[in-house]
């Protein structure tokens, strides 16, 4: 099946820093990408949809300026974390769609922990 | 809105036992209905889907109908193995062709097999 792969697996980072993570499809073009946050024993809850070459679509409480998306090309989206604090620690997934398919590839997970 | 419902975690059986895993949704309309697996260290991967009421979704043994008179989409396998140890996810989104559009996961529960 289709491959998406994102970088880093975890990274630590002190209160205050931005980090970013990298969600890449690696052998399909990606025209919508996804990224979910999963806190411990929860659900995997939507943050955003992004499309490519367009402004990302946020959920409802969710903060855009937060939480930047892009999604240049259609095989990579970036999801930056501007300004984390400790409740920012968690899990994010990304997953990507190509257009006319029917199913979401999943990435294997980003594991943010802020200090 | 949409919601999954998925039973608690985790489960613990012997190889070769029977396992259920149930999940019941709450849609407007008519939903596809997956069933997600992630297995340690690696990103979720589509297990089996439904995409209208009474089809039955299969893979490696798996099986799971779209019961619509009980809103449920319950997981089942006669036979487990210690390599089905994982995080099983139910998930449902929009019918057929929103691909592109987002997933409503339930809680996750793990599995664990033991030998």
């Known amino acids: 099946g289709a491959v998406v792969s994102q970088h880093p697996s975890w990274v630590i980072c002190k209160s205050g820093t931005s980090v970013k993570i990298e969600c890449r499809s690696l052998?399909?073009?990606?025209?919508?990408m996804f990224w979910y946050r999963q806190f411990p024993k929860q659900s995997l809850m939507l943050m955003a949809t992004?499309?490519?070459?367009?402004?990302?679509?946020?959920e409802q409480g969710v903060e855009k300026d937060k939480f930047l998306i892009n999604h240049a090309s259609l095989t990579l989206s970036t999801l930056t974390v501007t300004s984390a604090h400790p409740e920012d620690s968690s899990f994010y997934i990304c997953?990507?769609?190509?257009?006319?398919?029917?199913?979401?590839?999943f990435g294997p997970g980003t594991r943010l922990l802020v200090l | 809105g949409n919601s999954v419902t998925q039973m608690e975690g985790p489960v613990t059986l012997s190889e070769e036992a029977f396992l259920t895993i149930n999940c019941t949704y709450t849609?407007?309309?008519?939903?596809?209905l997956f069933w997600y697996v992630q297995y340690p260290g690696e990103g979720l991967q589509l297990l089996l889907k439904?995409?209208?009421?009474?089809d039955k979704g299969s893979n490696k043994g798996f099986e799971a109908t779209y019961r619509k008179e009980t809103t449920s989409f319950h997981l089942e396998k006669g036979s487990v193995q210690v390599s089905d140890s994982a995080v099983y996810f139910c998930?449902?989104?929009?019918?057929?062709?929103?691909?592109?559009?987002?997933?409503?996961f339930g809680t996750g529960t793990r599995l664990t097999i033991i030998p």
């Open positions: 997953s990507a769609h190509s257009q006319g398919g029917e199913t979401q590839y």
């Open positions: 052998d399909f073009q990606a025209t919508t």
């Open positions: 992004s499309n490519e070459g367009s402004k990302a679509t946020y």
């Open positions: 849609a407007t309309g008519y939903p596809s």
């Open positions: 439904a995409t209208k009421a009474d």
């Open positions: 998930a449902l989104r929009r019918g057929m062709n929103f691909g592109n559009e987002k997933l409503t």
